[in-house]
């Protein structure tokens, strides 16, 4: 009898454990015109992976500078990992507003469909690694941001379409393994 009640615990426990460090794994805090949404601090989010709406977005994708929920402004400083991780319907070009501060890992990686120029403003200070690893459809320049510091592993790795010449700002101390392999 006691063997069972320590079983019914310990698996009580597990389940508890188990809901609790994967419950908030890919949970957003909130959502407004599509976009999912993680509170940083009191007045700014960044944008964030909804695992139910997997490569789920198309369009032409509008990152906002500032967004509203439940009455309260916030503003978005940050794209987080795997934000849009293989959506494969987007169209248009790929506007980062430049509130932005940081692009998290996996951010755009797999995304098909943007055109046009990439434009990584100066206020992004960090870039995760493959955050736009095989995303096809580019066909206008890379300008990347002046002060970046570093440029991970596999980065733009596969990117096809950029023309011209790329410039890797002065400030850039590492690029990372296979940061622009594959590029067309």
Known sequence: MKNEIN?????????LVALLSCGHCFAFDFEVDGLYYNVIS???VEITYNELYDGGYSGKLIIPEKVKYDGKDYNVIAIGNLAFYECKGL?????????????????????????GSLVIPNSVKSI??????????????????????????????GCSGFI?????????????????????
């Open 164 to 184: 011209g010449s790329l410039v890797i700002p002065k400030s850039v101390k590492s690029i990372g393994e296979t940061a622009f392999a594959s590029c067309k």
């Open 91 to 115: 169209t248009g070009s790929l506007n980062i507003p430049s509130n932005i501060t940081s692009i998290g890992s996996n951010a755009f990686t797999g995304c098909t469909g943007f055109t």
């Open 7 to 15: 079983m019914r615990y310990l698996k009580f426990y597990l389940a």
């Open 128 to 157: 995760g690694a493959q955050s736009f690893s095989g995303c096809e459809g580019f066909n206008g320049t890379l300008t990347l941001p002046n002060e970046i510091e570093s440029i991970e592993n596999a980065t733009f790795l």
């Open 42 to 44: 009191d007045n700014e």
